[in-house]
Each structure stands twice: as structure tokens, then as C-alpha cells.
């Protein structure tokens, strides 16, 4: 009877054992997983706010619709995302967005005349992060999800897409002469003017 008790208490340490063990090993695999989910929502939100501010504030025809195509395009894949981190049950951990505030601060403060060049500018940094980011998880070890990894590998061509129609863009780079004059401020033309003599 001993011995029956001893056998069944050596199963149970050893399930026991097993299944911490794979917590564990659960826990460590998943490391890369959260890492680049958190990593991407936190990029895929950046790029509708962003978005958001230049259809209110773009004065560039290409940059409007441009900004209308990252907003569809980048809700799509936020989406997919969001549902993909609910089906793990994963709890997300927010990433310092210092970099991504400073950027929209930008956005919301630069005059009118170069709004459209800064959006592009940043448009062009932040995708190329984007793209640096999703192929490391496409091909690299540091994530192990093959649901994650895939929806990395598919949003690529998307992205690379993005890239090359922002760098196609060429917004007009406004000058202090574009920007309308201040009331009360003569134009130069009238400044430089000779007046024409009166005649009596």
C-alpha cells in the first residue's frame, strides 16, 4: 500500500513539475511575441492619429488621400491585430511612446506652409521602422507565434507599399513669402513702390 502511495505521489510531483515547466517555457517564448504585438499597436495607432490631423490640416490633394489610404488601411490591420492578441489572451504592455507624442506634437504645431513636407518626412521615418520591425518578426527567432509571425510576413507588402507612395509625394515646401501678410504689414512691392507725383 505504501509503495501504491509512493507511486502516485511520484505522478503527481512529476505532472506538477511538467506543468510548471511549461508555464515557464510558455512565459520565455512569449517574451518576443508581446514585445512585437505591443510594439506594432503602438506604431499602428501613431499612424491613424497622424493620419487623422493631416485630413484636417493637409492642404495637398495627394496627402489627403493618401492620409484617407493609411487610415483604412492601418484600422484594417489594428483590427486584425487586436483580435489576433484576444484570441492568446495576451496582456499587452505599453511601450515608451515618447518618440510617437513628440512626432504628433509636431504635427499639431507646425504652421500650415510646411505641414505637408513634416507629414511626409515623418510618414517616410516611421514606415521604414515599421518595415524594419515586421521583417525582424517575419524571419528572425525573437517571436515564436506562427499566427503573429504570419500576420507580420502579410502586412510587408502593404507596408513597402506605403513607403514607396509617400516618397512619390512631393508636397510643396511652404516659405514665410507663401504665408499671407500680417494686417498692417505692407508687401514689399507696395514698400519699394516710388510714389507717383500729384499734379495740380
Not at 507612395?165 to 499671407?180: E, F
Request: with cysteine; net charge positive; proline share 6%.
Amino acid at each position: 500500500m505504501k509503495i501504491v502511495f509512493k507511486i502516485v505521489g511520484l505522478c503527481i510531483a512529476f505532472i506538477a513539475w511538467t506543468v510548471v515547466s511549461h508555464a515557464q517555457d510558455t512565459t520565455k517564448t512569449q517574451t518576443g511575441d508581446l514585445d512585437f504585438a505591443s510594439k506594432a499597436t503602438a506604431s499602428n495607432n501613431f499612424e491613424l492619429q497622424a493620419a487623422s490631423i493631416a485630413l484636417a490640416k493637409s492642404q495637398d490633394a495627394n496627402i489627403k488621400q493618401y492620409a484617407q489610404m493609411i487610415n483604412e488601411e492601418h484600422t484594417a490591420a489594428g483590427n486584425e491585430l487586436s483580435t489576433l492578441v484576444k484570441s492568446k489572451n495576451w496582456q499587452l504592455s505599453t511601450p515608451d511612446n515618447q518618440k510617437f507624442g513628440a512626432m504628433i506634437d509636431q504635427l499639431n504645431n507646425v504652421d500650415p506652409a510646411n505641414f505637408d513636407r513634416v507629414y511626409a518626412d515623418i510618414m517616410t521615418k516611421t514606415h521604414e521602422e515599421a518595415l524594419a520591425l515586421f521583417k525582424d518578426t517575419s524571419t528572425g527567432t525573437a517571436t515564436t507565434d506562427a499566427d503573429l509571425r504570419k500576420f507580420a510576413t502579410d502586412k510587408i507588402p502593404a507596408f513597402e507599399k506605403h513607403l514607396d507612395q509617400i516618397k512619390n509625394i512631393k508636397p510643396a515646401t511652404g516659405s514665410i513669402n507663401s504665408l499671407p501678410p500680417r494686417p498692417g504689414t505692407p508687401s514689399p512691392v507696395a514698400k519699394n513702390k516710388v510714389p507717383k507725383p500729384i499734379l495740380k
